[in-house]
T-cell receptor
């Protein structure tokens, strides 16, 4: 079974531009989450999509947006790029699970897209 | 404010030795706690996941413990190998009112195993 794939792997943009990142989840997974990872802040949750609907959102400005398609593939868009947006953007697809009635969804991460804003 | 703090920030150990990584959290209401291993240049890979009722979980040479009363978790690595060199991230999930989970990540412990 193929893992989570993300494209592109590396991207260089300049301030003010916009960027679209793509994520293809593991076949059969309907949940896709996006994260930003920087050396100083670690991993931070951006948003989660399930069946084409955003069902969870982190504390990021409106410049960060996403969507999910009917085939569960997801895209993330960042408009008006800032230098601070330079980071590794990780996508994870989710496989639902429970243990003792508690949700224990397992997430499988892709390799990430390294975005550099100049 | 929900927080997850990990210690130490970095650690260097000799191959074959054991080590323990710590995670303290203030996330509430607690749903589950996971440990991830992230190799350089790769996405995180799940090692263990524990719910409130579980206080220990093993995955090969990795053993995670959870004390929900003190809100502490540890990840113990036995007989370390060079391939254990990675960042280890503690992730704690809280159940929000919408029925979904709010996920808080620790900043990670960078482990280096040397020959």
């Amino acid at each position: 079974k193929a893992g989570v794939t993300q494209t592109p792997r590396y991207l260089i943009k300049t301030r003010g531009q916009q960027v679209t990142l793509s994520c293809s989840p593991i076949s059969g997974h309907r949940s896709v989450s996006w994260y930003q990872q920087t050396p100083g802040q670690g991993l931070q949750f951006l948003f989660e999509y399930f069946s084409e609907t955003q069902r969870n959102k982190g504390n990021f400005p409106g410049r960060f947006s996403g969507r999910q398609f009917s085939n569960s593939r997801s895209e993330m868009n960042v408009s008006t790029l800032e230098l601070g947006d330079s980071a590794l953007y990780l996508c994870a697809s989710g496989h639902p699970g429970t243990s003792g009635g508690v949700s224990t969804d397992t997430q499988y991460f892709g390799p990430g897209t390294r975005l550099t804003v100049l | 404010k929900n927080q997850v703090e990990q210690s130490p920030q970095s650690l260097i150990i000799l191959e074959g030795k054991n080590c323990t990584l710590q995670c303290n959290y203030t996330v509430s209401p607690f749903s589950n706690l996971r440990w991830y291993k992230q190799d350089t240049g790769r996405g995180p890979v799940s090692l263990t996941i524990m719910t409130f009722s579980e206080n220990t979980k093993s995955n090969g040479r990795y053993t995670a413990t959870l004390d929900a009363d003190t809100k502490q978790s540890s990840l113990h690595i036995t007989a370390s190998q060079l391939s254990d060199s990675a960042s280890y991230i503690c992730v704690v999930s809280a159940s929000n009112s919408g029925g979904y989970q709010k996920v808080t990540f620790g900043i990670g412990t960078k482990l280096q195993v040397i020959p």
